[in-house]
T-cell receptor, first 112, second 113 residues
Framework: RKEVEQDPGPFNVPEGATVAFNCTYS??????FFWYRQDCRKEPKLLMS???SGNEDGRFTAQLNRASQYISLLIRDSKLSDSATYLC?????????????FGSGTRLQVQP | EPEVTQTPSHQVTQMGQEVILRCVPI?????FYWYRQILGQKVEFLVS????????KSEIFDDQFSVERPDGSNFTLKIRSTKLEDSAMYFC???????????FGPGTRLTVL
């Protein structure tokens, strides 16, 4: 089983739509959770961290369900500029050091 | 805004040759990382580095790979004898502390012929 699993998409949505992505992780020892965004042939960039209580940043809302080991990202009022691949990322402490484990990403295409 | 830089942006090499990929992390960061992404696949962790030594490495990071911080600013990844399957985008990242956000550089695209 993959350590981090995501639906690869693509999700094709019109501008203004609300879209949600889910991600599951297999290692219950995972301690930190993130959503990164990656544009084509570019580096990953942190979109937001995900906290147990859920958190919101403008049009983006992230949720974490530790019992079910899944993470979600909700994008409201989609913009053309939201078109990208969204990477679910988990990490765990290993002797005080942290490496990131990436999912394969979910591709979003927002259409005019 | 400070950023991680990487050189070269694209490296083409023959199988069996050695390559060195260079990174300049953000100046006050203490933790450094290398990741790779084979075209069309996910980003994979290679190695983390702190206080002039490797903190953690993945199964990918075998004896063909090494990292070094030769001076106060550069962080390098060396591949001793490149294989076709080493062709990938290599990303360097750095963070201020061990729990902090990792900032990624723009990557070096390595093509092994």
């Amino acid at each position: 089983r993959k350590e981090v699993e995501q639906d690869p998409g693509p999700f094709n949505v019109p501008e203004g739509a609300t879209v949600a992505f889910n991600c599951t992780y297999s290692n219950s020892a995972s301690q930190s959770f993130f959503w990164y965004r990656q544009d084509c042939r570019k580096e990953p960039k942190l979109l937001m961290s995900v906290y147990s209580s859920g958190n919101e940043d403008g049009r983006f809302t992230a949720q974490l369900n530790r019992a079910s080991q899944y993470i979600s990202l909700l994008i409201r009022d989609s913009k053309l500029s939201d078109s990208a691949t969204y990477l679910c990322v988990v990490s765990r402490w290993t002797g005080g050091r942290r490496a990131l484990t990436f999912g394969s990403g979910t591709r979003l295409q927002v259409q005019p | 805004e400070p950023e991680v830089t990487q050189t070269p942006s694209h490296q083409v090499t023959q199988m069996g040759q050695e390559v060195i990929l260079r990174c300049v992390p953000i100046s006050n960061h203490l933790y450094f990382y290398w990741y790779r992404q084979i075209l069309g696949q996910k980003v994979e962790f290679l190695v983390s580095f702190y206080n002039n030594e490797i903190s953690e490495k993945s199964e990918i990071f075998d004896d063909q790979f090494s990292v070094e911080r030769p001076d106060g600013s550069n962080f390098t990844l060396k591949i001793r004898s490149t294989k076709l399957e080493d062709s990938a985008m290599y990303f360097c990242a750095s963070s201020e502390d061990q729990g902090g956000e990792q900032f990624f550089g723009p990557g070096t695209r390595l093509t092994v012929l």
